[in-house]
């Protein structure tokens, strides 16, 4: 019984040595698609580089008309040669009052309101992704409505 099972047991050893024997393999990209990724990412930075932010009322969620002419430049921008094949992503972000939950709410209804604008704009609505910040990403921290201001705001950005 023991000649049984010290066989068995080096029988497994040797079969198990034999399988990891395999070489790994690796891919490698050519020149092409090198230059392809970095025309791409060129083109991206450029378009996020135009593209513009739209702020909102406090507690609001309605695009105002001041923030109309930057939602129909970003979706000339969208609808432009280069970005027509590109997915975009609209972030909602709102100022440090209320609560999370409350803030996370608004910032989805502030992106969903961008993106229908965008939409009524002929930007495709299956490249549109929204997103929200509520108001864990804000652009500014100091006390005052100026900075509260900047930070109830959407941000588009577009992705591969």
Known sequence: MKKLVF????????FMAGCSSKAPT???T???????SKDMASI???????VQNIYFDFDKFNIRADQQGAINRNAAIFN???AMDLRILVEGNCDEWGSDEYNYALGVKRAKTAKDALV???VSENRIEI???GE?????????KACDAQNRRDEFRVMQ
């Open 30 to 36: 050519t020149n092409n698609e090198d230059m392809y």
């Open 7 to 14: 066989l068995s047991t080096v029988f497994a050893a040797i």
């Open 136 to 144: 864990s990403k804000p652009v500014c921290t100091e006390r005052s």
């Open 44 to 50: 991206i930075n450029g378009i996020n580089s135009r």
């Open 131 to 133: 997103a929200s910040n």
């Open 26 to 28: 690796t891919t490698t």
């Open 80 to 82: 432009s040669g280069d």
């Open 120 to 122: 009524a704009q002929g």
